[in-house]
Nanobody
Framework: QLQLVESGGGLVQPGGSLRLSCTAS????????IGWFRQAPGKEREGVSC????????YYTDAVKGRFTISRDDAKNTVYLRMNSLKPDDTAVYYC?????????????WGQGTQVTVSS
C-alpha cells in the first residue's frame, strides 16, 4: 500500500516550534519532490514549502520564509518541516504530498494531515 503519513503536529504557544515529519511507505521518496500544504478552517488549501528531488532546491511561500525549513532524509524515507517562531495564523491542518515530476507539478500521493494549533 502506497501512502504518506504525517506526524509531529500539536498545540504550541506563539513563538514556539514544531517539526513535522512526512514518511512514505510502499515507495521511495528518492524520486519525488515533496510539498507541504496547509488548510485553515474556512480557507483554501495553500502551498507552504517544497523540496525537489534532483538538486534539493527548496521553495517557501512568503508567509513562512525565514521561519520554516524543509529538509529530506532519503535514507529514512522522510521529509521534515521545521517550523519556528510560530504564529496563530499558522494554525491549520498540514499535509504533505509527493510529485514524481517536480515542485509545482501535479501531486501523486497525499497524506492524511496533521493538526497544528498555535495558541496561548
Amino acid at each position: 500500500q502506497l501512502q504518506l503519513v504525517e506526524s509531529g503536529g500539536g498545540l504550541v504557544q506563539p513563538g514556539g516550534s514544531l517539526r513535522l515529519s512526512c514518511t512514505a511507505s510502499g515507495f521511495s521518496l528518492n524520486y519525488y519532490a515533496i510539498g507541504w500544504f496547509r488548510q485553515a478552517p474556512g480557507k483554501e488549501r495553500e502551498g507552504v514549502s517544497c523540496i525537489s528531488t534532483s538538486d534539493g532546491r527548496t521553495y517557501y511561500t512568503d508567509a513562512v520564509k525565514g521561519r520554516f525549513t524543509i529538509s529530506r532524509d532519503d535514507a529514512k524515507n522522510t521529509v521534515y518541516l521545521r517550523m519556528n517562531s510560530l504564529k496563530p495564523d499558522d494554525t491549520a491542518v498540514y499535509y504533505c504530498a509527493a510529485a514524481i515530476a517536480s515542485c509545482g507539478a501535479g501531486y501523486d500521493y497525499w497524506g492524511q494531515g496533521t493538526q497544528v494549533t498555535v495558541s496561548s
